[in-house]
């Protein structure tokens, strides 16, 4: 006796996250354990963030019958994406977003001088509604907008957070590049401007520094912060050697 295709070969129903994760816009997102949704641990703290909690997380967890629509709740989106920012610095989540990055889906970095240079998202902030989404290169070490279609809504940073593209670089720190020594040159009828503004300074310094292998600036900050701090221990020195001739001649 033949089974029955349909029986025997039946369809896997798509999940909200998967098919959250395939809409247009939505590529910088990864699919989230739903076992690490259902761990309430995980979700400390989000109750009294996300409006609707409780029907956020229904209809992320598949546990309601709402369709799926372009119409995507807020209230889920939402809390989706605040699970989301502390998923992907976990062992689990930096593995899915290491696979993204293998396959140049964050983009490249728009800087010309960087050579393609793919790039991973990140959040100017950790709280919600604060910035939109941004993209970090590890080889200029600067933010830049995403190129994101202009019918797409806007990503918000804190899906991401300020934590993930450098904990991401240092747990792979085999992908992340040399950081970068190239300058554009300014130039009018062949001849240098000389003229500098304060940040081009701050990146031929930088530069600079990186060939010579030589932190120049770093360590006069340490050599700064050292004499003022035996400045200030000198200081204490003399306030309580007063303090005790003081004591002295009272007695």
Not at 32 to 39: F, L, M, S, T, V
Not at 105 to 124: H, K, N, S, W
Not at 181 to 187: D, M, Q
Request: charged share 25%.
């Amino acid at each position: 006796m033949v089974a029955n295709s349909s029986e025997e070969f039946e369809e896997e129903e798509e999940k909200w996250a998967q098919w959250f994760c395939g809409l247009p816009g939505n590529e910088f997102f990864c699919e989230i354990n739903p076992a690490y949704i259902e761990d309430s641990f995980n979700l400390y703290g989000l109750r009294a963030m996300v409006p609707n909690y409780q029907d956020a997380l229904n209809i992320i967890l598949d546990l309601t019958d709402i369709p799926y629509d372009d119409d995507v709740p807020s209230c889920a989106v939402e809390l989706y994406g605040l699970i989301h920012a502390r998923y992907i610095i976990t062992s689990h989540g930096l593995d899915a977003m290491l696979k993204k990055y293998r396959e140049a889906e964050f983009g490249y970095c728009p800087r010309a001088l960087c050579d393609g240079q793919p790039v991973v998202p990140a959040g100017m902030y950790d709280e919600p509604r604060k910035a939109e989404m941004k993209v970090y290169c590890p080889k200029c070490r600067d933010l830049y907008t995403p190129a994101i279609d202009f019918e797409s809504a806007t990503i918000d940073g804190a899906y991401f957070g300020s934590t993930f593209p450098h904990l991401f670089f240092l747990t792979y720190s085999n992908l992340e590049p040399a950081p970068s020594t190239h300058l554009y040159v300014p130039r009018v009828f062949g001849y240098k401007i000389h003229r500098k503004g304060p940040n081009r300074q701050r990146l031929a310094t930088t530069a600079k520094a990186i060939e010579n292998g030589d932190d120049t600036q770093g360590q006069r900050r340490l050599s700064t912060k050292k004499d003022q701090d035996e400045a200030a221990a000198k200081q204490k020195h003399t306030s309580d050697t007063r303090g005790k001739k003081r004591v002295k001649q009272n007695e």
